[in-house]
């Protein structure tokens, strides 16, 4: 093999394994683009859930003044 020819097939390798990279790079990119709307979308959901939860943490005990008197009074 030439000199030439093998300065060829590094750069053919090269050319490849760019290729190669640029593919993964690009699959890592959308992968973290869907990530990202995830975890906006679940923050939304937790905000929501937590706005619900203190709304509804509301004492199951009446106020006294709305008890009725014990039936012995």
């Known amino acids: ?3 030439i020819e093998q300065l060829r097939a590094q750069v053919d390798e090269l050319e490849m394994k760019q290729a ?4 993964t790079i ?6 973290l683009t869907a990530q990202q709307f995830l975890i906006e979308r679940m ?3 937790m905000k929501f859930l937590v706005e619900k939860q203190k709304g509804s943490q509301t004492s199951n005990l009446a ?3 709305e008890e009725t008197p014990p039936p012995h009074y």
């Open 20 to 23: 190669f990279q640029d593919q």
């Open 63 to 65: 106020d006294e003044s």
């Open 43 to 45: 923050q939304v959901q």
């Open 1 to 3: 093999m030439t000199e």
């Open 26 to 31: 690009e699959e890592l990119n959308q992968a």
